[in-house]
């Protein structure tokens, strides 16, 4: 028996793809990039926005018609703000605020998601289904009962209420999220330490917490945009003037009772905010992606 004639279709379908398949998955791309596009443009516009107000004088800011960029772009409003010593100020007690708080959180949350994760003991499965049901209470719910321990400890107008917390790993959430991660991680590593003398401190400082990176990189820039564009505790436990931070002192720039706005300088002092947030970004931005990737491919 000779060898089947090959069929001429078959060959020509494998080597040429459909015209009109070809031109459904063109018209597909094009819309996904017009969406992507107008979803950018729809992101970006309040950045935009900020920029060219901050780069508008206080008439044309204030002025009832509306104007995209102005014509000739004064950089005035930065120049106030950072010869502002009370902007300085504010910028220090957020930087001190916020990089207290988010180095006891990560810290604190990594050894209580290694206790969950690498160590076996009595209960443990039982205390982390009630450490996750906490996150079903909103943050208001519990508004009132810190504010009273905080007041009867002696807390209120000092920065404890907002730095100490998170000492003791009071985000759900983070615990969570690493806890996961580091379920992933084969538990080899822990008994080759073992055998080699190694407690849980060391294995959780120079083991576990290494292959975090990425996780932990993660975590350190969300905990660090919220402590950092915080508004509500800032302004219920800081009192004096002297301890506001940069959330709260942008705040007070507007006055209500006046009709004529400092915009130019508000604006001015909202972008320079960002800057830190930005920076902190690029600077784990390798770290986020691959936490996302690893997320992604390890079961």
């Known amino acids: 028996m ?12 494998s080597k040429h793809r459909d015209p009109g398949h070809v031109a459904k998955e063109s ?4 819309l996904l990039y017009i969406l992507l596009i107008l979803g950018s443009i729809f992101t970006f516009f309040p950045l935009f926005w900020v920029l060219s107000v901050s780069l508008k004088t206080r008439a044309e800011a204030n002025a009832p018609q509306l ?3 102005p014509p000739k772009p004064h950089w005035d409003a930065y120049i106030q703000v950072l010869k502002d010593k009370d902007w300085l100020t504010y910028l220090g007690n957020s930087v001190f605020v916020s990089v207290l708080a988010v180095a006891g959180t990560v810290v604190s949350v990594a050894a209580v998601a290694y206790a969950f994760s690498r160590i076996d003991w009595p209960g443990r499965n039982v205390f982390f289904f009630l450490m996750l049901s906490t996150l079903m209470l909103p943050a208001q719910v519990t508004l009132v009962a810190q504010f009273v321990i905080f007041t009867k400890i002696d807390w209120m107008g000092t920065f404890n209420p907002i730095t100490i917390p998170g000492f003791f790993a009071g985000s759900a959430m983070y615990i969570f999220l690493l806890r996961q991660f ?6 080899e590593y822990d008994e080759a330490a073992m055998l080699d003398g190694a407690n849980h401190f060391q294995i959780w400082w120079r083991i576990i917490l290494p292959m975090c990176r990425p996780i932990l990189a993660t975590i350190t820039v969300f905990l660090f945009v919220a402590h950092w564009n915080s508004l509500q505790a800032p302004l219920i436990y800081l009192k004096r003037k002297s301890m506001h931070t940069l959330p709260i002192g942008i705040t007070t720039m507007r006055n209500p009772q006046m009709v004529d706005q400092p915009w130019p300088m508000i604006m001015a002092a909202s972008a320079l905010t960002m800057v830190p947030l ?22």
């Open 27 to 30: 018209v597909r791309q094009a």
């Open 67 to 69: 104007v995209w960029w």
């Open 278 to 299: 930005i920076i902190a970004f690029f600077l784990a931005q390798r770290y986020v992606l691959q936490s996302y990737v690893l997320s992604g491919t390890k079961g």
């Open 2 to 13: 000779g060898n089947p004639k090959p069929n001429p279709r078959k060959l020509s379908g």
């Open 182 to 187: 580091m379920m992933t991680l084969p538990r």
